[in-house]
């Protein structure tokens, strides 16, 4: 079992910046490409992705982040950071962590991030 934690989270007003953080704990030996997620999800929508990282290096952004958000590997590689730079009122949502392995997903309880304009 991998258990995964989010935080950071907040409220800021437009323009402003959060950085989001996600560790993975428990049995997270993976002897595959590991992949480090970063997802939403705002009332009333589906959810969206935001942001991977896999072990190694690559990144990927969904479109209504690229150049805003950076993503980046913590001390370990089961931690990620979420970088959030002008943050706009869309970006308000549940922000959910997804730690990837071998084909099993293991989700954290989400952070939430308020923009207010």
């Known amino acids: 079992q991998v258990h995964v934690v989010e935080s950071g989270g907040g409220s800021v007003q437009t323009g402003g910046s959060l950085r989001l953080s996600c560790a993975a704990s428990g049995y997270t030996q993976c002897w595959y490409d590991l992949t480090m997620s970063w997802y939403r999800k705002a009332p009333g929508n589906e959810r969206e992705f935001v942001s991977a990282?896999?072990?190694?290096?690559?990144?990927t952004y969904g479109d209504s982040v690229k150049g805003r958000f950076t993503i980046s590997q913590g001390n370990s590689k089961n931690t990620v950071y979420l970088q959030m730079n002008r943050l706009k009122p869309e970006d308000t949502a549940m922000y959910y962590c997804?730690?990837?392995?071998?084909?099993?997903?293991?989700w954290g309880q989400g952070t939430q991030v308020t923009v207010s304009s």
């Open positions: 990282r896999d072990n190694g290096g690559s990144t």
């Open positions: 997804k730690w990837s392995c071998g084909g099993y997903d293991f």
